[in-house]
């Protein structure tokens, strides 16, 4: 948000910057219609629902038409839908939309003196001020919110709102109707959000972002140092939430939305009185944070998919790059300036496809639109023409990134040229209830081609959630066939030498090495338990996977959820079996030694809307090691595992790898020793600890034979209940606690081997 006076100088820049008069021109063009022509105004509440906004015959989510309420078209078979679900599900984008082009008509009408978008984004904030009272504070999911279903959602509709009036108001196009109105607004939803702390939630970044624009409204001191100060605020948030080396604590996906909910807030808390990008005790960790996206983007300049995350999203779409050039801007008033790489990393960006429009709650501005490809500076919303720099700075500086191990976050990532090789060995699989039960999890992107994706997760309310939450989703051992537990896993080796790397870790009684070259990498899985126990390592690669060795496949059968027509492979002689996995041009070599090889199928990738076959290695006993073999030519071979020594030819030459004492030894003639080993006895810290203090504790009965959920409490026998009856064990969503007369829970708990029992 910019002053009068902010405002006036950049409108002076304008006809001298050819990036912003070019948005200017592209802002009067997406904008032409809505000055011609009153938008539908919803009088729905936003609802989320399994089936509203999604096509009943192949499951794709419908087109968002901003201007046609009840008739909703799926892009895959073009059929149109309608009804009250649907309907309801259009409103949620478009409350979040109106908002956004409020904004959007009240920069148009600062920046250019143009009266009807001054009028009009008079009329969006008049009829919600009239009209938001109306809207119902039920049928919640994540806190209370009268337009929404969730809190954060009203946060950031209100925002835009919030941004809009502010910028009538600083130049004077405010009338007095309308500045009531958006006063009304903004007292009405203080309550419902100021009683909703999410604390360390990526959501609270947005809580608080949208207070503060409310105390600056009202001038409200108290409320600006709660949002910018408190212990759940803006300075909190950038401190704890994002960590030593700068990535939020929940991942990439909640790492894009938190910072841009962060800058939001700091935009609005300078105008409280708190500039925090000229603070010197956090201008280094906000630094941190807006370059931490950089060391884990895949070759391909989209982001892993890691833990609750949107599949294949390109980095330079338009939302990510405005809180790079925001930033950056905001950073050239500091006297140290922006950081080494920064604007190199956004001149990478900008050269970079974005790939087609996507939906997100905070960005809507390219929908209902024809996007250019390549995009510019000019195409990106009225918050970065507010701000951005008139032109990116002129030197030449190259983006370059690096191996790394994010410690804080239990990323260990090896790179070289374009191989991009992780693995997750730290946090537990629940972090922030955002995580997967995934550790020991690989990511391999080489050759242009990611071959072995993390799926992330599709909607929050398909049907396969659960499958997309599970191990066998993942490149990450299962023991007995079941999902991970929550627990850490211990990095015990990370090491690079120029075009080699290796990690090394552990999770359970499970160990896994990779290791990787400039062609091949020999990744090792091992399991040492008392008893014998099923180790299972399942490989989701992306294109069509032939086996090569000679046998025959047998229908078998797996309890793995979500999988479906389960085979084992029955190889015709003894030794390595050998997979040529290809996708385009591209060829992968795969060997797999130990174990027996499966195939089965399982949902794809989210963005794929169909079944996908992958591969699965199960091997039993109580000392098991499976060792495969990954080549990007077709000259590299498995010839022999002996003990910790394995052989592999690449063409005519021969490569040893061995695990010695001090690491891990290479040699294809000249002998490299890769260490970096680390103390297996170092206990992981959580970078957040969101857990509350136990208030009730109870026993979980064992039962010997598994009690019939469909049978009430017969078969739970003699157990003492949980009881659940106070305020502090009641997470409000819409109102508060009414007491144990109105709500209260018992709980009978049971357990076996297989399942808990409730």
């Known amino acids: 948000m910019l002053t009068a006076d902010e405002l006036s100088h950049r409108r002076t820049e304008m006809p001298g910057a050819a990036d912003l008069a070019g948005g200017v021109t592209a802002m009067e063009h997406r904008l032409a219609r809505l000055l011609e022509e009153a938008p539908p105004m919803p009088v729905a509440k936003a609802m989320l629902s399994v089936d509203g906004g999604i096509c009943p015959d192949d499951a794709t989510a419908l087109v968002f038409d901003p201007w046609s309420p009840r008739d909703h078209r799926c892009p895959t078979c073009n059929q149109t839908w309608s009804g009250d679900r649907h309907h309801s599900a259009w409103a949620r984008w478009q409350h979040l939309w109106l908002a956004e082009r409020a904004g959007d008509l009240a920069a148009l009408a600062v920046l250019t003196d143009d009266d009807r978008a001054r009028q009009r984004a008079g009329d969006i904030l008049a009829w919600y001020g009239e009209h938001y009272a109306e809207f119902p504070n039920v049928d919640n999911v994540l806190g209370p919110a009268q337009v929404f279903f969730s809190t954060y959602l009203e946060s950031i509709w209100l925002e835009n709102l919030m941004a809009a009036g502010f ?111 000229m603070e010197p005790d956090l201008t280094e960790p906000i630094c941190r944070a807006l370059l931490a996206a950089r060391e884990t983007a895949l070759p391909d300049l989209t982001f892993p998919a890691r833990k609750d995350a949107r599949y294949g999203l390109a980095l330079s779409q338009p939302m990510f790059l405005e809180s790079w050039e925001i930033a950056l801007a905001r950073l050239e008033r500091v006297p140290a300036g922006a950081p080494p790489g920064l604007s190199a990393w956004l001149k990478a960006l900008h050269r970079h496809p974005a790939g087609k429009a996507e939906l997100f709650d905070s960005y809507l501005h390219e929908v209902g639109r024809a996007t250019p490809e390549p995009r510019t500076r000019s195409d990106l919303s009225w918050r970065a023409l507010l701000e951005m720099l008139p032109a990116l700075p002129a030197e030449e500086d190259e983006h370059v990134v690096q191996s790394v191990f994010l410690e804080s976050h239990g990323l260990a990532l090896l790179r070289s040229d374009d191989r991009y090789l992780s693995m997750e060995c730290g946090a537990p ?74 990690i090394r870790a552990s999770f359970a009684a499970v160990r896994r090495t990779v290791v990787a070259g400039p062609n091949h990498l020999v990744d090792v899985v091992e399991s040492d338990a008392e008893d014998d126990h099923l180790l299972e390592i399942p490989w989701h690669f992306q294109g069509d996977v032939e086996v090569t060795s000679p046998g025959s496949w047998a229908a078998a059968a797996l309890d793995h959820t979500g999988t479906k027509d389960h085979q084992r492979f029955e190889p015709d002689e003894p030794g390595p079996v050998k997979v040529l996995v290809r996708h385009g041009e591209s060829v992968l070599s795969v060997q797999f030694d130990g174990g027996t090889l499966w195939r089965m199928q399982g949902p794809g990738l989210p963005t794929e809307g169909k079944s996908r076959e992958f591969l699965l290695v199960r091997a039993s006993g109580r000392h098991v090691r499976c060792t495969v073999l990954v080549g990007w030519h077709d000259d590299v071979e498995l ?87 106070h305020a502090d064990q009641y997470r409000r969503a819409e109102h508060d606690y009414a007491g144990p007369d109105e709500f209260s829970v018992q709980a009978f708990p049971a357990w076996d081997h297989d399942g808990f029992y409730l």
């Open 639 to 725: 010839t022999e595992v002996s003990g910790d020594t394995i052989h592999v030819r690449v063409g005519d030459g021969m490569v040893t790898h061995q695990a010695v004492a001090e690491g891990w030894v290479f040699d294809d003639g000249g002998r490299l020793t890769l260490g970096g080993l680390r103390s297996a006895r170092t206990e992981y810290q959580p970078l957040v600890t969101r857990d509350r203090p136990i208030v009730v504790q109870a026993t979980a009965s064992w039962r010997s034979v598994p009690p019939n959920i469909e049978d009430g409490l017969v078969g739970f026998g003699d157990i003492t209940p949980l009881h659940l009856d």
């Open 429 to 502: 699989g629940a972090v922030g209830g955002h995580g997967h039960p995934d550790r020991l999890n690989l990511t391999l992107h080489a050759a242009g081609v990611h071959w072995l994706p993390d799926p992330g997760t599709g909607s929050y309310v398909a049907s396969d959630l659960s499958y997309y939450r599970s191990t066998v989703a993942h490149n990450a051992p299962l023991v007995d066939g079941r999902s991970q537990v929550p627990g850490p896993a211990q990095c015990l080796a990370f090491d690079t030498n120029g075009a080699f790397g290796w």
């Open 167 to 277: 910028l009538l108001a600083e130049t004077g196009k405010l009338d007095q109707a309308t500045n009531d109105a958006v006063s009304t607004i903004a007292d009405q939803a203080a309550t419902i959000i100021g009683e909703y702390d999410e604390r360390l939630s990526n959501r609270q970044t947005w809580n608080n972002a949208a207070l503060l624009s409310i105390a600056v409204w009202f001038e409200d001191e108290e409320l600006a140092h709660r949002c910018i100060e408190g212990p759940t605020g803006l300075i909190a948030h950038l401190l704890h939430g994002f960590g030593a080396e700068g990535l939020w604590y929940e991942g990439e996906n909640y790492h894009f939305f938190a910072l841009q909910g962060l800058l939001r807030g700091a935009g609005w808390a300078r105008h409280a009185g708190v500039d925090i990008f």
